[in-house]
């Protein structure tokens, strides 16, 4: 996607000029990983002409692998943030309909290539809330991923803006139902699944048959600091991570950074206390960089979930 930010904190009816990132859930998981120094690929379609291959060169910056990123259709999804101060609060607008990726087909992505020697699989419930074609999609990629016996992790990132709570119940529950791991917050929790609670993560974990839940939470101050933490769940065991307060530099990507977090730290085989403090670490380090992607180090990362959280000068 194309991220336009009004310049400061600035409004949209205020800005003559916009701040350009390249972005969004999934490829703000692939590039962060990337980082890390792990082997990723990001699937979907742009547009073949100059500022589909921006996205492309952006991802391969990072290090990202764009093999599987098709190329056609018209238009790029764009959307619009405008930075919160005080207590006026962030706000995005989207610019989505008719993207390259929304309109993209199930048949026109190469399985069989694109799951060869691979051993995760993430999603988000963005990709489905973009339409009836993108809902079959990431249905049948997550049947695809499944049946080779790779693990799935789904973020639900519930947007109200691009789809009702309805549909998106229905269309999440068929996910996970091929789905291992799935990250949610409290209020989405409740909201479209109807789970909270003490028991809520071993109730849902039971309910979907997942190996892990992971629970985040967020309290607003104003719209320079929050609190955050998570929980996560597995096998009859939960555990919390560490709570930070954070003074936001940009809003956006602290979930996607906790993603990717944790999905590096199961596959690296952390035990429960481990992984859930190193990606809540993830998603608080993402804070303090603006843009949408976490361009912290593993270094950097490991220290913060070990406690070492005092901003010095590193020299």
């Given at each position: 996607m194309l991220r336009l930010t009004s310049p400061g904190y600035g409004r949209f009816?205020?800005?003559q000029s916009f701040e350009v990132n390249y972005g969004g859930a999934e490829a703000n998981v692939a590039a962060a990983l990337a980082v890390w120094g792990e082997e990723s690929f990001?699937?979907?379609?742009?547009?073949?002409?100059?500022?589909?291959?921006a996205v492309v060169n952006t991802l391969r910056s990072m290090g990202v692998?764009?093999?599987?990123?098709?190329?056609?259709?018209?238009?790029?999804?764009?959307y619009y943030v405008e930075?919160?101060?005080?207590i006026r609060s962030s706000k995005v607008i989207y610019d989505r309909k008719n993207s390259?990726?929304?309109l993209s087909e199930a048949e026109e992505y190469d399985w069989e290539k694109i799951f060869a020697g691979a051993d995760w699989f993430h999603l988000t419930g963005i990709t489905p809330a973009l339409g009836q074609e993108s809902e079959h999609l990431a249905a049948a990629a997550c049947r695809e991923a499944k049946k080779r016996g790779i693990p799935v992790s789904l973020d639900v990132n519930y947007r109200s803006k691009l789809w009702g709570a309805d549909r998106a119940k229905g269309a999440l529950e068929k996910l996970l139902a091929d789905t291992d791991v799935c990250i949610v917050n409290e209020n989405q929790a409740q909201e479209l699944f109807g789970v909270s609670g003490e028991r809520a993560m071993q109730e849902f974990a039971e309910k979907y048959?997942?190996?892990y839940v992971a629970f985040t939470y967020r309290r607003t101050e104003d719209a320079l600091h929050n609190r955050i933490w998570s929980t996560l769940y597995s096998d009859g065991k939960t555990v919390k991570s560490c709570e930070y307060r954070m003074e936001m530099i940009d809003r956006i990507g602290g979930g996607d950074a906790f993603a990717a977090g944790l999905v590096y730290a199961i596959g690296h085989g952390f035990e429960l206390q481990k992984a859930v403090n190193f990606a809540e670490a993830a998603s608080c380090l993402k804070h303090s960089v603006p843009g949408d992607v976490c361009f912290c180090s593993l270094e950097e990362v490991l220290s913060v979930a070990d406690g070492k959280t005092l901003g010095r000068v590193s020299r």
């Open positions: 009816v205020q800005a990001f699937v979907s379609k742009v547009p073949a002409h100059e500022i589909g291959q692998n764009t093999n599987f990123v098709l190329r056609g259709g018209e238009r790029l999804g764009t930075r919160g101060a005080d390259a990726f929304s048959s997942l190996r």
